[in-house]
């Protein structure tokens, strides 16, 4: 790039920009997932608002292509393009608690870790994911399901404020007063109507907890599935447990004499008093066989949200699918056992995130998140640390898909889409929300600057 024009952008920039003539270039634009590699021409790392806007700026007049990295944990890597400007805003991780209202500000480079860190000294949370290195500005602006989902609703649902540097260069605060379609958009349509430079949360009381996961062999995969499908919609909504078809990893801490073993879990949170989740996982397991192994204990909230981390490192090779399921009939069970049988590594692993409880109680046409009415949110996630087997895990992860798919709906969580998936999937993840977001993205961003992303076409009404 002619360094006279970058020196533009210098002259009203505080952060770095890096080129490929630096020596850190490589490590700076290395993404989570390890299979996909992508060289911007200018990685531009802001350090507060005024950066985010002239990089806006500069990538609009110079007609750049422009992706914008938060946290940084992008499956489809969507923080990053070639040849053109990464807004990088990792740099930014500031968190501030208001223990009197509850509420929690929170910079756009943020993980979910750090939020976790910082509210948990009150004794609060903001219901996030289940892994702490997620980056909190894709997974809220995606939706946000995880351990707290089924009692305080989606992330988007505690998300109080945003604001917004737009295609434009202005900055915006959206919220229910000012900008409401912008913040109805926000809450669910992903990066498509500009770059959140900070969110504003609301934090619930949420402490130590009953939590863990359970190992069964995969024998009883069928058994413990249909305990599950049957338990949940009986139990408290402060139960957040999602149930899996995984192999037991060939690592420490997990008992030697399991490794490698194929098994299906069921990993929970129980947010109440510690005693009632006992009393509640206990209801659940008198009917099942023993388990391999079970790890259900008392601890700190911020120790089960971190509890995947040492397994899922940066730089391992991703492959994900996804699907909204409604119901989990017998013959579906079957069909995911048989292909879950398939993996081809010992990461590689299917996921049933409930979607029930508060997310139910918040009107379908509320937030740009449709699919309300959904009973889990499904996760295919071929994974391993050898890019050799990259093929083979976009084969797994496809043919597994084709074949349970019939059982779910037509849609999908955006935040489990790669970037090969089809337009006609990105609108079917939104259903009868998907116009008025394009109209909404006609409004804020009509030349669809913001495009490296699931990609809502701008459509006037």
Not at 133 to 160: S, W
Not at 254 to 270: D, L, M, Q
Request: aromatic share 10%; hydrophobic share 40%; with cysteine.
């Amino acid at each position: 790039m002619d360094n006279h024009i970058v020196s533009t952008l210098r002259e009203s920039f505080r952060g770095r920009l890096i080129s490929s003539d630096d020596a850190d270039y490589d490590a700076v634009r290395a993404l989570y997932n390890g299979m996909i590699d992508k060289r911007p021409r200018l990685i531009a790392r802001c350090v507060d608002v005024a950066d985010v806007i002239a990089a806006v700026n500069f990538g609009r007049d110079q007609g750049m292509t422009i992706a914008v990295r938060g946290g940084g944990h992008s499956g489809p890597g969507l923080g990053s393009c070639d040849d053109g400007l990464m807004i990088d805003l990792s740099m930014m991780k500031s968190v501030h608690v208001n223990p009197k209202s509850r509420t929690v500000r929170v910079d756009p480079g943020c993980t979910s870790g750090d939020v976790d860190h910082a509210t948990h000294a009150f004794g609060l949370a903001v219901p996030f994911g289940i892994v702490s290195t997620t980056g909190v500005a894709g997974l809220t602006l995606g939706g946000g399901t995880g351990y707290l989902t089924r009692k305080y609703g989606l992330t988007i649902d505690n998300l109080i404020e945003a604001d917004v540097v737009l295609a434009d260069g202005s900055l915006v605060t959206a919220g229910e007063g000012d900008h409401p379609d912008l913040f109805w958009a926000l809450r669910g349509g992903g990066g498509n109507f500009g770059v959140v430079t900070s969110f504003l949360f609301q934090a619930h009381p949420v402490d130590r907890v009953y939590a863990g996961p359970i190992f069964w062999e995969a024998d009883h995969a069928k058994t413990v599935m249909r305990a599950y499908r049957d338990f949940l919609p009986t139990a408290p909504e402060e139960l957040g447990a999602f149930v899996g078809l995984k192999t037991v990893p060939s690592m420490d801490p997990f008992p030697k004499e399991y490794w490698g073993r194929r098994a299906c879990v069921v990993i929970s949170c129980y947010s109440g008093a510690p005693s009632e989740g006992e009393t509640v996982i206990a209801g659940l397991l008198k009917p099942l066989p023993p388990p391999m192994f079970n790890w259900m204990d008392v601890m700190p909230f911020t120790a089960i949200q971190s509890l995947f981390d040492p397994l899922l490192p940066k730089g391992l090779q991703w492959y994900w699918k996804g699907d909204f399921v409604k119901s989990l009939p017998d013959e579906a069970i079957d069909m995911h056992i048989a292909q879950a049988a398939k993996a081809p590594s010992e990461l590689s692993l299917m996921h049933l995130y409930p979607i029930d409880g508060a997310v139910r109680r918040v009107p379908k046409a509320s937030t740009a998140w449709s699919t309300r009415d959904a009973t889990w949110s499904m996760v295919i996630a071929g994974i391993d640390a050898d890019p050799r087997q990259a093929e083979a895990l976009k084969a797994w992860g496809r043919a597994y898909w084709k074949a349970v798919h019939p059982f779910n709906l037509e849609g999908g969580y955006v935040n489990f889409m790669m970037a090969d998936e089809v337009q006609g999937r990105v609108q079917a993840a939104y259903g009868d929300n998907y116009k008025r977001l394009a109209s909404v993205k006609a409004k804020y961003d009509p030349d669809n600057l913001f495009r490296v992303n699931q990609n809502i076409l701008p459509v006037a009404s």
